[in-house]
């Protein structure tokens, strides 16, 4: 597995080296349970061990990495329970910011939100998981800061942190990006309407659906591992 850098980036080098692994991880080639070591990590991008240690913190606020005890910091494992707890978290989230965004939303927000529902259906166009999930995340912010309550955005700010993984492996899978893009549609007409109980369902299924996809990745990689782990005990 080969990592680079991207020296075109004018980010702190902490952020440069966070964004790298961040994409490692998302993709696959650092594998839940891969040891992340700070020497191994510095050698390999060419900095020192400072920026290294640093972007495993924010690996950590994200849930990409954990430190265990005399073990050291490693790729964290997606469990289900997590991704379970993270997005009922979410799912009451979502239900506070639709009822004050009925209330509160004027036109320039709507103008946002449309605008913002047509650069997700542009981009669902490309093979950028990357840029489809900022896309849809963009979405779902004009919503937030059309509540018009700060502390809430806050909130949902940080947790979106621990969402990230979850969102992108979600978005990895899906090739047709169809149901995403008629949910926008959908949540932008409930919202026009204020019809808060109808943006309600249809931001839950639409977080249902995420949670489906994901718990079938979960389950086929514990199944992988179990059976890695049965063939090296014979």
């Not at 469990?79 to 004050?100: G, N």
């Not at 992108?168 to 926008?184: A, F, G, N, P, R």
Request: with cysteine.
């Amino acid at each position: 597995m080969e990592l680079r850098l991207d020296m075109n980036s004018h980010l702190p080098l902490r952020d440069v080296v966070f964004q790298t692994l961040r994409d490692a991880i998302l993709k696959g080639e650092l594998e839940p349970g891969e040891r992340l070591m700070e020497i191994h990590l510095a050698n390999k991008l060419g900095v020192s061990r400072t920026p290294i240690r640093e972007a495993i913190r924010m690996l950590e606020k994200e849930g990409l990495a954990v430190t265990i005890p005399r073990k050291g910091a490693q790729v964290a494992q997606m469990t289900e329970k997590d991704l379970l707890d993270v997005l009922e978290i979410r799912d009451a989230l979502d239900e506070l910011a639709v009822t004050d965004a009925c209330e509160r939303m004027g036109d320039d927000d709507f103008n946002d939100l449309e605008q913002a529902m047509k650069d997700f259906a542009d981009v669902t166009k490309t093979n950028d998981v990357r840029a489809i999930v900022e896309a849809d995340e963009a979405f779902h912010n004009v919503i937030y800061g059309a509540t018009k309550n700060p502390k809430l955005w806050h909130i949902i700010t940080n947790l979106k942190e621990q969402m990230y993984r979850y969102r992108y492996e979600y978005v990895k899978q899906d090739k047709d990006y169809t149901d995403l893009v008629e949910d926008h549609t959908k949540i932008l007409d409930g919202l026009k309407r204020k019809d808060v109980d109808y943006v309600k369902k249809v931001m839950h299924d639409h977080l249902q659906k995420q949670v489906n996809s994901v718990s079938r990745v979960i389950h086929e990689q514990n199944k992988a591992r179990e059976k890695k782990k049965a063939e090296g005990n014979k």
